[in-house]
């Protein structure tokens, strides 16, 4: 099934002038509308006139993280503050989020695009949709909220209430949709067996999830814990939120959704396009969106595209689930995260040294995160007392809790205990998840 069956099965030759000219308007509202924009084009020498094809688009430089948190919160904004309707950003309330705005036509693009990604997974307007995504600043929750609503489907907002009251609610309501990251849909598998609840009392048929690395392996046990067909999206806050890529029937790698973003595969170190069918950096260029356009945005994400046709009839390209990152960030819980984020606020707490190690495991179907910090030479003696020490611990939780709303475990190590640098890069991050 196709939501959109005119642009999901548009010929490759059609999807290229279409392409052009939404790149060519894309290229002329940045370059009038965003100072940035106008600044890099100009350093750069490029004419815009000049950019006459999809291959031009690589003389145009990249657009970054960094761009973008250098612009906080509007600066990267192409419309009139009065016409943004919406305004989302990503995780962690440290440093400078990167903060997105959509004008009332961006919002309803976005809504058909969830539509896709709905539809493509076989759901319709007698399915009960279950959104166990935040709904908040995070684009997950409200972005498939509108999507589900626009196909017709019951839409239950269960957001991020605790996994007990999630199966309640899917019990009670007959939910037959899950949607939410591979992560939370394992914990709530992982509960109903502890709770003795056969996953076939429930209405569940499917589950639709994303916001997260996840492998084969894990979306087989899910299948097998929730008894869903288990379907891939992908997307991400700064090029529209979910929606940027999807699984058809077929599940052998998402469609991308190339009348809205032209994708790019390049070789991270050089910026070169990969060879077709290679791993690389996954860059987006937005070709539709009119409040936070975005050229050639280089997401970190490791992927490859597929060149060969689907036989679902789509001729949207395809790109492998995304295997990894170019750079060192962590999702945990659907949080994405940096390890100098957690650094900047460990060193905050009087009594810790700067040495630290993070340790992400899967107990129980729930990702955990150990943070183990070595304490100072210096630290009073008074710590010799257990209580002391649950204090401090608690000290350090608060911190991270109320900036970067984790809560891990805390472990205080005696000084000098955690490796140290040896010249090369230091390993603080050890992941025991299966992301193969
Ligand atoms: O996670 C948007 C989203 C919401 C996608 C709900 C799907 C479902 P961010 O919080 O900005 O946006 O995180 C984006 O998450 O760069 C990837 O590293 C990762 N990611 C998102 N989807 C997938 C996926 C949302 N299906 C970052 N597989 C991206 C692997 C994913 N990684």
């Known amino acids: ?8 099965s548009i010929s490759r030759e059609d999807l290229q002038q279409l392409q052009m000219e939404r790149l060519q308007f894309t290229l002329n509202r940045v370059y009038r509308n965003v100072a940035f924009y106008k600044n890099m084009f100009d350093t750069a020498g490029v004419n815009i006139e000049n950019i006459k094809s999809t291959d031009d688009l690589k003389k145009l430089p990249f657009t970054t993280k960094e761009d973008l948190r250098n612009s906080y919160p509007y600066d990267m904004f192409a419309v009139p503050l009065r016409d943004i309707v919406r305004i989302h950003s990503t995780s962690g309330t440290t440093g400078k989020p990167i903060v997105v705005g959509y004008t009332q036509t961006d919002i309803g693009i976005w809504t058909s695009l969830m539509a896709r990604v709905l539809t493509a997974a076989g759901i319709t307007k007698d399915d009960f949709l279950q959104i166990a995504f935040n709904y908040n600043l995070f684009t997950g929750g409200f972005g498939f909220h509108y999507g589900a609503e626009k196909i017709g489907a019951s839409v239950i907002p269960a957001s991020n209430s605790d996994v007990h009251r999630q199966i309640l609610i899917m019990k009670d309501f007959k939910t037959s949709v899950l949607v939410s990251t591979p992560g939370f849909a394992l914990h709530i ?10 996953p076939d009392s429930l209405n569940l048929k499917t589950g639709i999830f994303g916001s997260e690395p996840w492998s ?17 999206n992908y997307g991400i ?14 599940r052998k790698g998402l469609h991308v959704n190339e009348d809205h973003f032209i994708v790019e595969v390049i070789d991270p170190e050089s910026g070169e396009p990969a060879a077709p069918g290679e791993q690389g950096e996954l ?10 356009p975005l050229i050639r945005y280089r997401t970190g994400d490791i992927s490859s595209l ?4 689907c036989s679902c009839g789509r001729t949207l390209v395809r790109m492998d689930r995304v295997s990894g990152r170019t750079d060192d960030m962590l999702i945990i819980e659907g949080t994405n995260l940096f390890p100098s984020q957690i650094e900047e606020v460990l060193l905050e707490v009087e009594g810790i040294e700067p040495h630290y190690e993070l340790i992400l495991d899967r107990e129980a179907g729930v990702e955990t995160l150990e943070i183990r910090v070595e304490v100072s030479e210096q630290l009073p003696a008074m710590m010799d007392e257990i209580k002391n020490l649950q204090k401090f611990k608690n000290t350090i939780k608060t911190h991270l809790k109320s900036a970067l709303e984790i809560e891990p ?12 640098s040896g010249g090369g890069k230091m390993k603080r991050v050890v992941d025991k998840r299966d992301l193969s």
Not at 1 to 8: D, F, G, L, S, T
Not at 190 to 198: G, N
Not at 219 to 231: F, G, N, S
Request: include cysteine; hydrophobic fraction near 35%; charged fraction near 25%.
């Open 283 to 292: 860059v987006f260029t937005t070709i539709t969106k009119q409040g936070f």
């Open 237 to 250: 806050t700064e090029v529209i939120g979910p929606g940027v890529a999807f699984e058809c029937s077929e």
């Open 189 to 198: 598998g992982t509960f109903l067996q502890e709770m003795d609840l056969h």
């Open 306 to 309: 597929f060149p060969e046709s």
């Open 216 to 232: 084969q392996n894990l979306r087989t046990e899910i299948e097998k814990a929730l008894h869903v067909d288990a379907y891939d």
């Open 409 to 420: 475990i805390v472990t205080l190590v005696e000084p000098k205990m955690l490796s140290r």
């Open 1 to 8: 099934m196709m939501y959109n069956r005119e642009y999901e």
